[in-house]
């Protein structure tokens, strides 16, 4: 029963690297999200993934990019890290935008 | 535009007391109105929902009441536990079918 799964789990980098986050989901969902999560602000829409094939940016979209490999894999890339993309990235999905998202349990990511 | 306004945290509260976190909205038409619960280290889980005025979602020995009235989806239990303590979501779907809102989210921590 694995829902939504994110890989990796935890991850370091340094200033300039960059990386991609997966991020795969087994339900049959049409539309997928990423978000950041950072203290004392809660959730932030990165981009958002409403089916197959289309992808539209969230509230902070800057300093990245997505890919909506097929109806069950959405990727987010860093291109060029910053110290600021410090924080706990979410991916989730729904059936449709308006229906419940169910979550993975986050990528931890550190950018010294 | 649609909002969410949940009340600040942290929340301190002993075993067995009451709880209530407030929420609030900004719709225009009917809203869908979640609950989302966060445990340390995971991912957001949706704990319940309500889709129109006047239906109560409940799960767990949490309840809420969609108040079309006053705007609000108040969440309640009648006696926490310390497996209770989490992060706490207040969220919204539009009646367009296009978008999701979640609150900034409310700490919960019970002690023994």
């Known amino acids: 029963n694995a829902g939504v799964t994110q890989t990796p789990k935890f991850q370091v980098l340094k200033t300039g690297q960059s990386m991609t986050l997966q991020c795969a989901q087994d339900?049959?969902?049409?539309?997928m999200y990423w978000y950041r999560q950072d203290p004392g602000m809660g959730l932030r829409l990165i981009y958002y993934?409403?089916?197959?094939?289309?992808?539209d940016k969230g509230e902070v979209p800057n300093g990245y990019n997505v890919s909506r490999l097929n109806k069950r894999e959405f990727s987010l890339r860093l291109e060029s890290a910053a110290p600021s993309q410090t924080s706990v990235y979410f991916c989730a999905s729904s059936v449709n935008r308006n229906q419940p998202q169910h979550f993975g349990d986050g990528t931890r990511l550190s950018i010294l | 535009g649609d909002s969410v306004t949940q009340m600040e945290g942290p929340v301190t509260l002993s075993e067995e007391a009451f709880l209530t976190i407030n929420c609030t909205y900004t719709a225009t038409g009917y809203p869908s109105l979640f609950w989302y619960v966060q445990y340390p280290g995971e991912g957001l889980q949706l704990l319940l929902k309500?889709?129109?005025?006047?239906d109560k979602g409940s799960n767990k020995g949490f309840e809420a009441t969609y108040r079309k009235e006053t705007t609000s989806f108040h969440l309640e239990k009648g006696s926490v536990q310390v497996s209770d303590s989490a992060v706490y979501f207040c969220a919204l779907s539009d009646n367009t079918g296009n978008q999701f809102y979640f609150g900034t989210g409310t700490s919960l921590t019970v002690i023994p």
């Open positions: 993934s409403a089916s197959e094939g289309t992808t």
């Open positions: 309500a889709t129109k005025a006047d």
């Open positions: 339900m049959n969902h049409n539309s």
